[in-house]
């Protein structure tokens, strides 16, 4: 069973300051299929972090940092 979704992204609003914080604001809605893990290389090794599986309503998949999805069928929402 899948649960419906809302992804989120990081973004600087026009005008902003190079050195103040981005914001983070609705991106997509989708369905979430499951949580996996991803790596990135770096001159000292991997680093791990992990990842939600998120189809969207065209098909497409992809696969946000776990902190950027909430699920939308959470009770007393």
Not at 11 to 35: L, T
Not at 52 to 75: M, Q, S, Y
Request: glycine residues 10%.
């Amino acid at each position: 069973m899948t649960r419906p979704v809302t992804v989120f992204e990081f973004w600087r609003p026009e005008g902003c300051k190079y050195n103040e914080p981005y914001q983070k604001r609705e991106s997509e809605k989708g369905k979430f299929h499951g949580f996996s893990t991803e790596y990135e290389e770096f001159e000292t090794g991997p680093g791990n972090y992990a990842i939600a599986i998120v189809e969207l309503p065209d098909g497409t998949v992809i696969t946000p940092i776990v902190g950027l999805i909430r699920f939308d069928d959470v009770a007393g929402k």
